[in-house]
């Protein structure tokens, strides 16, 4: 035992047992392990996890939304542009669909008599005159036309038997991002 009253060598297990006082805990006794308390979340730890998902979301939105608004802009020059044809050339009947209402993609549609209406050379010599330019096609349509609008490529498919021929339909699609459907 030293003057501090420790014992300084550790006991070998072979001495015999001395009662301890009351208080006194044998050394080779397991100490109890430390309880593992749970961590609560902490009310702002909740709120800035929060406020980061709100403010990820409405950045998604946003952003789908400046999507949506350029689709929406392609759509409306494809639309402006067959009403101008309209106008010079007058169809029977007309569908129009804008994009992301049934469909990813805009598509406005001009259906012409069987008696009447332009030939497929008039609109197709009308459109290349307003900046549409001609694309081979492996479709059925006779003639298959494009135009960029701000980095939209709008397409116009005439369907009709042959270049002298009357023209059945019209069709006109304006691509849309799904990305800009997505919260529509």
């Given at each position: 035992m030293s003057d501090s009253g420790?014992?300084?060598?550790?006991p070998s297990g072979r001495e015999p047992a001395r009662h301890?006082?009351?208080n006194h805990v044998p050394a080779t006794a397991p100490t109890p392990e430390p309880e593992r308390r749970r961590r609560r979340r902490s009310v702002p730890g909740?709120?800035?996890a929060l406020l980061v998902v709100g403010l990820v979301g409405f950045g998604l939105w946003a952003w789908s939304s400046r999507v949506h608004a350029d689709d929406v802009a392609a759509y409306r020059a494809l639309v402006t542009q067959i009403d101008v044809m309209d106008r010079t050339l007058v169809p029977l009947g007309h569908g129009e669909m804008p994009p992301c209402q049934e469909a990813g993609d805009g598509v406005v549609t001009r259906t012409y008599p069987e008696s009447t209406g332009p030939q497929a050379a008039e609109l197709i010599g009308f459109?290349?005159?307003n900046g549409w330019t001609r694309e081979d096609s492996a479709s059925p349509a006779l003639a298959v036309l494009e135009r960029t609008v701000d980095g939209h490529t709008l397409t116009i498919s005439v369907a009709a038997p042959s270049e002298n021929a009357l023209v059945e339909s019209l069709t006109g699609h304006s691509p849309a991002s799904s990305f800009g459907c997505l919260l529509r």
């Open positions: 420790f014992v300084d060598e550790a301890a006082a009351p909740l709120l800035f459109l290349t005159g």
